[in-house]
């Protein structure tokens, strides 16, 4: 172990990724997971992501501590792309890890997606009212099942907001546990984060109140999870579906489960234009539900009034 972990902090400092080290090293994931917990319990170290699914790790003495909820995606060009899903509640009946499998293995191998944001309810969780639902029907079989059976696409890595649920593993800290085992599921904290590319940011947002959401007015976007059905406000609010067939709520007609393919464009350090396109899951296959284009350096001048008037459009 100790030679593994001075071979992996050498390769660490010649800045090298995370991907390439565990391939030089020849090392399974388990084995490498478990040097990189070990690294991370020993050193300081800051993450360095990259748009093009890159992973670094820099280790530092005493380094500046990034805020909690905050990330930075560093960019090799003006354009890419981010797919966005929320709420697989892995440990339930309502699981879809077939669904989850062909985001990744299909759609996003196919159009070489290296970022994905998941914005929580990784897990079902354990509550009082839900053991019906529940397959595995404790904590520590729910964050252990994300573990072996979330999909890994090479060359890419998710990026998660942790929802309420995740926070209901039996006092597990389900951020913490995951990561640990899986560096390519990156824990950005629990119901809101921030994602910050160039000079501009997105949010990132579970079980967060519109109040606080219409708030947010840094943020050029804000992508919200935990409502299971995808629906677009004032071009600047987009609900994400669920990656799950658990539905919520009286809606007028079932929510597909799917996510929503996002490709930003940069010039001058802000976010210039988003292309979204959303695609449902119909009989086990991705079909494409809608696509819009969004000119995002006009909406952000447009002041966002919590009214009656507000208009919902589905995407």
Same mark, same amino acid.
């Not at 892995?90 to 070489?112: A, C, M, P, Q, V």
């Not at 967060?208 to 219409?214: D, E, F, R, T, V």
């Not at 299971?228 to 799950?244: D, E, G, T, V």
């Given at each position: 172990?100790?030679?593994?972990?001075?071979?992996?902090?050498?390769?660490?400092?010649?800045?090298?990724?995370?991907?390439?080290?565990?391939?030089?090293?020849?090392? /399974?994931?388990?084995?490498?997971?478990? =040097? #990189?917990?070990?690294?991370?319990?020993?050193?300081?170290?800051?993450?360095?992501?990259?748009?093009?699914?890159?992973?670094?790790?820099?280790?530092?003495?005493?380094?500046?501590?990034?805020?909690?909820?905050?990330?930075?995606?560093? %960019?090799?060009?003006?354009?890419?792309?981010?797919?966005?899903?929320?709420?697989?509640?892995?440990?339930?009946?309502?699981?879809?890890? /077939?669904?989850?499998?062909?985001?990744?293995?299909?759609?996003?191998?196919?159009?070489?997606?290296?970022?994905?944001?998941?914005?929580? /309810?990784? =897990?079902?969780? =354990?509550?009082?009212?839900?053991?019906?639902?529940?397959?595995?029907?404790?904590?520590?079989?729910?964050?252990?099942?994300?573990?072996?059976?979330?999909?890994?696409?090479?060359?890419?890595?998710?990026?998660?907001?942790?929802?309420?649920?995740?926070?209901?593993?039996?006092? =597990?800290?389900?951020?913490?546990?995951?990561?640990?085992?899986?560096?390519? %599921? *990156?824990?950005?904290?629990?119901?809101?984060? *921030? %994602? &910050?590319?160039?000079?501009?940011?997105?949010?990132?947002?579970?079980? %967060?109140?519109?109040?606080?959401?219409?708030?947010?007015?840094?943020?050029?976007?804000?992508?919200?999870?935990?409502?299971?059905?995808?629906?677009?406000?004032?071009?600047? *609010?987009?609900?994400?579906?669920?990656?799950?067939?658990?539905? #919520?709520?009286?809606?007028?007609?079932?929510?597909?489960?799917?996510? *929503?393919?996002?490709?930003?464009?940069?010039?001058?350090?802000?976010?210039?234009?988003? /292309?979204?396109?959303?695609?449902?899951?119909?009989?086990?296959?991705?079909?494409?539900?809608?696509?819009?284009?969004?000119?995002?350096?006009?909406?952000?001048?447009?002041?966002?009034?919590?009214?009656?008037?507000?208009?919902?459009? &589905?995407?």
């Amino acid at each position: 172990m100790e030679n593994n972990i001075a071979m992996c902090l050498e390769l660490m400092k010649r800045k090298m990724p995370l991907d390439d080290i565990q391939n030089l090293m020849g090392l /399974d994931d388990a084995t490498f997971n478990s =040097i #990189l917990r070990e690294i991370r319990a020993r050193f300081n170290v800051v993450r360095k992501i990259y748009s093009d699914g890159e992973i670094y790790y820099k280790v530092y003495k005493h380094p500046k501590e990034a805020p909690k909820n905050e990330i930075r995606i560093n %960019l090799h060009s003006n354009k890419f792309h981010i797919v966005f899903l929320a709420d697989p509640h892995i440990g339930s009946k309502f699981e879809r890890i /077939d669904l989850l499998e062909k985001i990744y293995y299909e759609y996003g191998k196919k159009h070489n997606v290296h970022i994905f944001v998941n914005g929580g /309810d990784m =897990i079902e969780g =354990i509550y009082p009212t839900n053991k019906k639902k529940v397959v595995e029907t404790t904590g520590a079989e729910q964050v252990e099942k994300v573990v072996s059976v979330y999909p890994h696409l090479p060359g890419a890595y998710t990026l998660v907001t942790y929802g309420n649920h995740d926070q209901n593993a039996e006092g =597990i800290d389900t951020a913490s546990y995951i990561e640990d085992r899986r560096y390519d %599921l *990156i824990s950005v904290g629990y119901n809101m984060s *921030i %994602l &910050n590319i160039a000079n501009d940011s997105i949010g990132v947002v579970h079980n %967060l109140s519109m109040g606080k959401i219409y708030h947010m007015v840094e943020q050029a976007m804000i992508f919200k999870a935990h409502g299971h059905k995808s629906r677009n406000i004032q071009n600047r *609010i987009f609900y994400l579906p669920a990656s799950s067939e658990e539905h #919520l709520g009286n809606y007028e007609y079932e929510p597909l489960p799917g996510f *929503i393919d996002t490709v930003l464009t940069i010039e001058k350090g802000k976010i210039k234009r988003a /292309d979204l396109t959303l695609f449902a899951f119909a009989d086990g296959k991705i079909r494409l539900a809608n696509e819009q284009s969004i000119r995002v350096d006009e909406e952000r001048e447009k002041k966002l009034i919590l009214s009656k008037k507000n208009e919902n459009v &589905n995407i």
